[in-house]
Structure formats: structure tokens, C-alpha cells
């Protein structure tokens, strides 16, 4: 399986062994790992599991859909998604650039827990659900729950995330997903938001909607969300939005925007989302 400091294993059952005996650094496309080690020696040890061919194809299965944990932006971009992915699909085209979606995972942007991840607000629109798996078996955490803060996340040592899971809509699903940076490509967010709805019988039956690089963790606007069921899917939608909704953020001062902007911001792509939404029907 590879020299002392360093695994790859070409089975599950040995990925979960490697874990089981020792804590180390999970590699699936490495995008965060090597850029975050630059100028100092790899001294870490490492379970590289991109020989895991079993854990690369998304699939179906029964009232989920299975993102597994080797699958790629580009895997998520060129799948034949319903359209209530929209908005995980365009957050993917977001993650860098087209290199950087070849070789990065889903799986690896949600175990890197930055507050700016691409994928998580969208995700968590899609209610999506974390699988981790280990000797002692295998357990399933809400995306809510799992990341816990900036950079942190409630895998055990012992564990691999094999899969996200999302739930397939109870009626049919329209999402988007927007997002405010310095310039146009490679950027890291400033805003961005991620927004599913559910719509039967031209009215709103359910709505999801997070914003992440706003707090520690992406949140939810659960407030908003309510407010927005029983609603017709129209350009409307955008007028029920106000400063109120975004009290579960948090946003800070950093090298990339003041939080009043970020909070300016945030309202405004808000909007703009609710817009979208009704103008992908």
C-alpha cells in the first residue's frame, strides 16, 4: 500500500483500517492540501484514497441521489442532474478553475470546512446529508451538523466521508445559486447563496436558502423560509426580502470585504436569487 508516512489504498475495507490504526490526512484531489503546505516539508501522514475507484460514480439510489466521495466538480458539471441540482452545478463552475474542478471533490470542499467553500451553501439548500464510515460501521449527519466551524467538521479521526446524500424533493424543485467576489474568475467569495425551492400547483411548498462566507459556517434563513411557503413563483419574490431575514449571519472584516458590505451584499443577492428562481420555471 505504500511507504511509511504514506498510503493509497485500492480497497474501502484497507482506507478504513489505515484510519482505524493511526489519524491521518485524508487526500482525495489534494487542491486544498498541497497549496495549504507550500515552502515546508509533507510531513504528515497521508491516506491518499484516489485509488478507490468504488467511491467515484454518482448514482441513484432509491429516494437519494449519491454524490460518493471521489467524485469531482467537472463529475458534477457534465452529470444529467435534475434541474433542482441548477444550483450545486453552477457553485461547481465557481470552485477555481476548470483544472482545479478535474481533481477537486465534493466530499473534499465539505471536509475543508471553510467558511467560503463553494459548495456548502448549495448543499445545504439541497438538505444534503453526510455518510462516514469507519470499522465500526457506517452513520449519516445532516450537512448542519456536521460542519461544526471555520475549518471544522464532526469527523472522527477514524472516519471517511464516502458520500454526501440528497434528498430527493417531495415536489418540483427549481434552485440557483449567486455569487459576489473581487473579480470574475479564481476568486474566493465574498457573498454567495444558495436557494432551492420547491413549487406545486404554481405556489411555494417548501424553500431553502443558505449564505455562506457571511459566518464561521454557512447559514440557513429559516425566517425567510417560512415566510416564502404558500408564495407564487414570481419575480415578486423578491420584494419579501429584508435586513431582518439575514439575522443568522455573522459577517466580518477581512482582506476581502468590511462586513457592512458583506451584509449590503447579501441582500442584494438575495434578491436577485428570488428572481432567478422564478426565471428558471
Known amino acids: 500500500m505504500g511507504v511509511a508516512g504514506y498510503q493509497r489504498p485500492a480497497r474501502l475495507d484497507e482506507a478504513l483500517a489505515a484510519l482505524a490504526t493511526a489519524?491521518?490526512?485524508?487526500?482525495?484531489?489534494?487542491?486544498?492540501f498541497y497549496p495549504a503546505r507550500v515552502g515546508r516539508p509533507l510531513d504528515d501522514d497521508?491516506?491518499?484514497?484516489?485509488?478507490?475507484t468504488e467511491l467515484r460514480r454518482l448514482s441513484e439510489e432509491g429516494a437519494y441521489w449519491r454524490v460518493p466521495a471521489l467524485a469531482t466538480w467537472t463529475d458534477i458539471i457534465e452529470a444529467g442532474l435534475p434541474r433542482y441540482f441548477r444550483g450545486l452545478q453552477l457553485a461547481a463552475r465557481e470552485v477555481g478553475g476548470v483544472q482545479i474542478?478535474?481533481?477537486?471533490?465534493?466530499?473534499?470542499?465539505?471536509?475543508?470546512?471553510?467558511p467560503a467553500a463553494d459548495g456548502v451553501p448549495s448543499l445545504l439548500a439541497l438538505d444534503a446529508e453526510v455518510e462516514l464510515a469507519s470499522t465500526a460501521g457506517t452513520r449519516r449527519l445532516t450537512l448542519g451538523e456536521f460542519i461544526t466551524g471555520n475549518r471544522k467538521t464532526a469527523r472522527r479521526p477514524d472516519e471517511l466521508m464516502t458520500a454526501v446524500l440528497v434528498p430527493k424533493p417531495r415536489h418540483e424543485g427549481h434552485a440557483t445559486f449567486l455569487k459576489l467576489g473581487a473579480r470574475k474568475y479564481l476568486v474566493i467569495s465574498i457573498v454567495m447563496i444558495g436557494a432551492?425551492?420547491?413549487?406545486?400547483?404554481?405556489?411555494?411548498?417548501?424553500?431553502?436558502?443558505?449564505i455562506g462566507a457571511c459566518?464561521?459556517?454557512?447559514?440557513?434563513?429559516?425566517?425567510?423560509?417560512?415566510?416564502?411557503?404558500?408564495?407564487?413563483?414570481?419575480?415578486?419574490?423578491?420584494?419579501?426580502?429584508?435586513?431582518?431575514?439575514?439575522?443568522?449571519?455573522?459577517?466580518i472584516d477581512d482582506v476581502?470585504?468590511?462586513?457592512?458590505?458583506?451584509?449590503?451584499?447579501?441582500?442584494?443577492?438575495?434578491?436577485?436569487?428570488?428572481?432567478?428562481?422564478?426565471?428558471?420555471?
Open 46 to 52: 497521508i491516506l491518499d484514497i484516489s485509488g478507490l
Open 101 to 114: 474542478q478535474n481533481a477537486a471533490t465534493v466530499c473534499g470542499n465539505l471536509c475543508n470546512a471553510s
Open 196 to 210: 432551492v425551492v420547491e413549487v406545486d400547483g404554481g405556489r411555494i411548498a417548501a424553500a431553502r436558502i443558505a
Open 256 to 281: 476581502r470585504s468590511t462586513a457592512d458590505y458583506r451584509s449590503d451584499s447579501a441582500l442584494t443577492l438575495l434578491r436577485r436569487a428570488l428572481v432567478d428562481l422564478a426565471g428558471a420555471t
Open 215 to 251: 459566518s464561521a459556517v454557512a447559514q440557513r434563513l429559516p425566517l425567510l423560509e417560512r415566510e416564502l411557503v404558500g408564495r407564487t413563483l414570481d419575480s415578486r419574490l423578491a420584494e419579501i426580502a429584508v435586513a431582518r431575514h439575514l439575522a443568522p449571519l455573522k459577517p
Open 23 to 32: 489519524p491521518r490526512v485524508v487526500v482525495a484531489g489534494g487542491t486544498d
